[in-house]
């Protein structure tokens, strides 16, 4: 074997700096331009990863968005001085005089219910089976006299029987005379929500119960309960009943309507909904409007608009060209700060926007990866005007506003001047730079609450209503047509105001369905949620 080295082609040295002109101020612009280059370069990297980040979290992470207050001790450790510390816990708890409970106190917290099996509710039919010894124990082996009964062993087990279709038949009977003369007389029939349909409202609010509450497509209650029961009911039939008892339903979604334009509050949100476009197999993106009333008028009303401007939810609001004037909401109106809104407020000028810390909060969430110190700190700063709500969650709105006026605007004030200050530091651009200008931009509106005990910090009673909608678009996918998008609309509302109200929604809507088939002056009101529950017996 030769010893000689095997000669290799030589490669091209890439990382030798390139020649520099001799002229210095032409060096010092090759250096500025490159220098800006740089920074071009890493702002498009740290953009890129922050949209990557929030991708893979919003598919594989999890949605909690909750931060330890105690982050804010971390910048004592870097150097930083808190600008708002935390106020000290009092080394005794405070007299009852104090007027509300501070966050943290134990006496504050409700017990918890204890681990172990829970008994099954009173109001559920309890079929007894007897279980008896056999013949020949029931003879003492000492004196041989008959054992009686002294007692008994009692365990209870819930069980199940399928849903059970059955059909009526209505039997009007007919009454004549020997004379012939006076006619035959026949008993009317009860009057139908659906008409010359052959479904009692009982199958119809199923049918309605399981698609707007229980998320079941069409396609599913076809082929899964109703083939089990041996019934044919195609999804064309339902989607018909549906259609027919949301035109019976709207008098009721009409007054809701009317009820939640009187409130002092109304939040607001809204959620995208493919439509299929007939004769083109595609779909378009429609939108669900959630409504939510204030405690005086707890009714949740949805609209559907088949675009996102501004034109539909002004319409709601009754303010627009084709309203009267007097019948238009006008107080606080709680809604994120989303394009449909600006001009909203742009041109009714009597309405008081409400921001949302909610969204706030989610925007420094998203873009504390691209700078940590930061985002956690404005993260920590946000915990503690949640810890106010909580201790402010059981106080009437007289005494919530005072306490939120002691506690929660000193820490306002001093997330201000700590906003302006770091907003000054970062590129506008960034993702903590969009953060802290979207909580600037709105700072007004974010201060808003302060000024009522009524007035909540965030609109997030709003998006657990959009809840039934999102997660029912996971299992239906698309609404079959923006006619189909108003029944879903009408739909939603009355289930979602029974559910605000704690109501069986299925007793609730086979109720008002068969009532409003032949409604009587005056009774309309009486179907409202709140009043239809105090109607009822305990």
Request: hydrophobic residues 35%; aromatic residues 8%; neutral net charge.
């Amino acid at each position: 074997m030769s010893t000689e080295a095997t000669s290799l082609p030589q490669v091209p040295n890439t990382t030798t700096a390139p020649t520099l002109p001799s002229d210095l101020a032409l060096c010092h612009a090759v250096i500025a331009e490159m220098h800006a280059q740089l920074v071009s370069s890493q702002r498009t990297i740290e953009q890129l990863e922050h949209r990557l980040d929030m991708l893979l979290r919003r598919m594989f992470g999890p949605r909690s968005e909750r931060v330890d207050p105690n982050q804010l001790s971390l910048f004592e450790v870097l150097g930083e001085e808190p600008t708002a510390a935390p106020p000290p816990a009092p080394a005794e708890p405070p007299p009852a005089t104090a007027g509300y409970p501070l966050a943290g106190d134990a006496a504050a917290k409700p017990e918890r219910n204890g681990h172990g099996r829970r008994r099954f509710s009173e109001k559920l039919p309890r079929r007894r089976k007897v279980i008896d010894i056999p013949e020949e124990e029931k003879t003492c082996p000492c004196c041989g006299q008959q054992r009686h009964v002294i007692g008994e062993v009692v365990t209870e087990r819930l069980s199940f029987d399928p849903a059970q279709f059955y059909v009526n038949q209505y039997v009007q009977l007919k009454y004549g005379c020997e004379c012939e003369q006076s006619g035959v007389v026949t008993a009317e029939k009860p009057i139908q929500p659906i008409e010359k349909g052959n479904a009692e409202p009982e199958l119809v609010a199923y049918v309605a119960v399981n698609r707007f509450d229980d998320h079941s497509p069409y396609y599913r209650q076809e082929k899964g309960q109703f083939r089990r029961a041996g019934l044919d009911i195609p999804r064309s039939t339902q989607c018909d009943w549906m259609r027919q008892i949301a035109e019976l339903c709207l008098p009721l979604y009409d007054l809701m309507h009317e009820e939640v334009l009187r409130s002092k509050l109304l939040g607001t949100d809204d959620t995208p909904v493919p439509v299929l476009v007939p004769g083109r197999g595609k779909t378009q993106q429609g939108h669900l409007w959630a409504w939510r009333g204030d405690h005086r008028h707890s009714f949740n009303v949805f609209a559907f608009t088949m675009n996102h401007s501004h034109v539909g939810p002004l319409r709601f609001l009754r303010r627009d060209e084709k309203s009267k004037a007097e019948q238009g909401f006008r107080g606080y109106l709680q809604a994120d700060a989303g394009s449909p809104y600006d001009p909203i407020f742009r041109q009714c000028g009597d309405l008081i926007e409400v921001g949302c810390w909610a969204h706030t909060r989610r925007k420094f969430f998203e873009a504390k990866e691209t700078n940590l110190a930061c985002g956690m700190e404005a993260l920590a700063r946000i915990h503690q005007l949640y810890e106010v709500e909580t201790a402010a969650k059981e106080l009437c709105s007289a005494e919530r506003h005072a306490l939120r006026q002691e506690r929660s605007l000193p820490l306002l004030g001093s997330m201000k001047s700590w906003l302006d200050e770091q907003y000054a530091k970062v590129l506008p651009r960034s993702a903590i730079g969009g953060a802290i200008g979207y909580a600037l931009g709105n700072w007004q509106a974010l201060l808003r609450y302060t000024e009522d005990g009524d007035i909540p910090i965030d609109n997030n009673l709003v998006e657990q209503m959009l809840k039934l909608v999102a997660i029912g678009r996971k299992n239906w996918l698309f609404a079959g047509s923006e006619r189909g998008g108003h029944t879903a609309a009408v739909l939603f509302t009355l289930i979602s105001s029974a559910k605000r109200h704690k109501l069986n929604t299925w007793a609730y809507l086979r109720d008002v369905l068969w009532r409003l088939a032949d409604l009587k002056p005056g009774e309309l009101e009486e179907l409202l949620p709140d009043r239809w529950r105090d109607s009822r017996p305990p």
